[in-house]
Antibody, heavy 121, light 106 residues
Framework: EVQLVESGGGFVQPGGSLRLSCRAS????????MSWVRQAPGKGLEWVSVISGGGDSPYYGDSVKGRFTISRDNSRNTLFLQMNSLRVEDTAVYYC??????????????WGQGTMVTVSS | EIVLTQSPATLSLSPGERATLSCRASQSISSYLAWYQQKPGQAPRLLIY???NRATGIPARFSGSGSGTDFTLTISSLEPEDFAVYYC????????FGPGTKVDIK
């Protein structure tokens, strides 16, 4: 069974940092691009970042560029999102998502259950 | 940035009825459009990719059509489990999502 399990969310003050993890199973992890997508409470979906299967090509949405870093450890089938300089508006459920193909910009075929990040003073 | 507009915001229907959801892009996105279903407290689920292709395991009552700037998701006969929020998403440029259409029970 294909599965994505996120962890690492929590409560942090503005300006702080958090590192999210997403453990993948049930598919050949290195063969697929992986993304982070977030959803603020009661709001819609916003793409955050994507990384290629090999991990050498990361891309970011404008709202997080320069503050967030996506990475992956293919030996551990794990995706990461390092979030620095957090703002109140970063408060959201963060989902990791598997691309439908190895292309970095494809539909999001499988989603994790999400991890909540709350940024507040 | 490509902006997606979804209509209506809310669609109130009864089980067994046909649902027609619209998604319009601010510029042509060819067929690079996906549809997702999200139920309360759950992650989104991919229904349709590249405008008209059903994802694995998606029932045949879900169908997608359109190209360029205008797209439609049709649910031919609503089942009780289909009442949810539906989002469209483009991948012609870096991904953006529409604001969603809520399908609720009339």
């Amino acid at each position: 069974e294909v599965q994505l399990v996120e962890s690492g969310g929590g409560f942090v003050q503005p300006g702080g940092s958090l590192r999210l993890s997403c453990r993948a199973s049930g598919f050949t992890f290195t063969s697929y691009a992986m993304s982070w997508v977030r959803q603020a409470p009661g709001k819609g979906l916003e793409w955050v970042s994507v990384i290629s299967g090999g991990g050498d090509s990361p891309y970011y949405g404008d709202s997080v560029k320069g503050r967030f870093t996506i990475s992956r450890d293919n030996s551990r089938n794990t995706l990461f999102l390092q979030m620095n300089s957090l703002r109140v508006e970063d408060t959201a459920v963060y989902y990791c998502a598997k691309s439908r193909t190895d292309w970095v910009n494809d539909a999001f075929e499988i989603w994790g259950q999400g991890t909540m990040v709350t940024v507040s003073s | 940035e490509i902006v997606l507009t979804q209509s209506p915001a809310t669609l109130s229907l009864s089980p067994g009825e046909r649902a027609t959801l619209s998604c319009r892009a601010s510029q042509s996105i060819s067929s690079y459009l996906a549809w997702y279903q999200q139920k309360p407290g759950q992650a989104p689920r991919l229904l349709i990719y590249d405008a008209s292709n059903r994802a694995t395991g998606i029932p045949a009552r879900f169908s997608g059509s359109g190209s360029g700037t205008d797209f439609t998701l049709t649910i031919s006969s609503l089942e009780p489990e289909d009442f949810a929020v539906y989002y469209c998403q483009q991948r012609s440029t870096w991904p953006t999502f529409g604001p969603g259409t809520k399908v609720d029970i009339k």
